[in-house]
């Protein structure tokens, strides 16, 4: 158990710290290219685990074909976030991916629903949740910086994680669903309280030293309360997938099992944020 906590930690302080770089040099020259290869090769690297998890239900998706679309996906988001007149552009690569999908999968012989509703689908879950980050960082309608809208939302959903593993590993005694036996309902209380409490105090220093984000105390108590359950229905659902395919991790990274299990819970919280910003500024 010490020996997993501590491979947990080593692995989680390593991410950390690349993230953190890799947030706060996103908007100089080389950083717009070195954060946004990251993006693309955690999208890349996720949509491989997806197929692997496939591959376990006896799909045999195109691995190439995938990771080709999750990329040009993802290029294709980060074109139209600074050149906003081609807002189109990812619509079409999903497009052209999709009938690239009914070509591959055009025998009648070989289940192509489901191969072809499981391609498309990863581009759904993994692919288009990475291009709102990409949006909240260079898109035009976050008018502030969009730095720290990002690092706001990794620090409130992953203290959330953290205080949900550590309440539920020491008081959890109810089971919170059937996918995952091993979160509760405590879990899901301490993630809530801690994801609450880290945006309260997001938004207090951030006022504090007159940082340039629209967090007021209003919108930190609302995402705060939502953002962590959405986080927690994230994790979630990739528990449902591995379950489903018998599967305990999606790789075999130490401590923390694969790139998915590491950005589950902003799968739905990422596109929630940039929506609510757009929605907020438009009014």
């Keep these: 158990m010490e020996s997993e906590f501590f491979k947990r930690l080593v692995v989680g302080l390593i991410s950390a710290c690349i993230t ?4 706060y040099f996103a908007y100089a020259p080389f950083g717009i290219v070195g954060t946004s290869v990251l993006i693309i090769l955690i999208g890349a690297l996720a949509t491989l685990e997806f197929a692997g998890i496939a591959q376990k239900k006896d799909l045999e998706l195109s691995r190439k074909a995938l990771v080709t679309a999750s990329t ?11 050149l906003i007149e081609l807002y189109f552009l990812p619509t079409i690569v999903f497009a ?3 009938l690239y999908f009914f070509y591959r999968h055009r025998n009648p ?3 192509p629903l489901n191969h072809i509703s499981a391609s498309a689908f990863s581009l759904i879950y993994v692919a288009l949740p990475l291009s709102f980050a990409l949006q909240l960082l260079y898109s035009p309608y976050v008018i502030e910086d969009g730095r720290l809208w990002i ?16 309440i539920g590993k020491s008081i959890g005694k109810h089971p919170l669903s059937i996918i995952s036996p091993k979160k509760t309902k405590e879990g899901l209380a301490g993630a809530i309280v801690g994801g609450f409490a880290l945006s309260i105090a997001y938004c207090i220093l951030a006022r504090s030293m007159h940082l340039p984000i629209n967090l007021d105390m209003f919108t930190a108590v609302i995402l705060g309360l939502i953002l962590p359950i959405l ?6 659902s990739e528990s449902l997938f591995k379950r489903d395919a018998g599967m305990k991790d999606s790789a075999h990274l130490p401590g923390v099992g694969g790139i998915l299990d590491m950005i589950d819970s902003l799968i739905f919280t990422t596109p929630l944020l940039y929506f609510y910003i757009k929605f907020t500024h438009s009014l």
């Design 151 to 166: 690092f706001y939302l990794v620090s409130v959903v992953k203290f959330s994680d953290i205080t949900a593993y550590f």
């Design 96 to 98: 052209a991916a999709l």
């Design 109 to 111: 012989s070989h289940e």
């Design 231 to 236: 986080g927690q229905l994230g994790d979630l």
């Design 72 to 82: 040009c996906y993802l290029i294709a988001s980060l074109v139209a976030a600074f």
């Design 20 to 23: 953190l770089g890799a947030i």
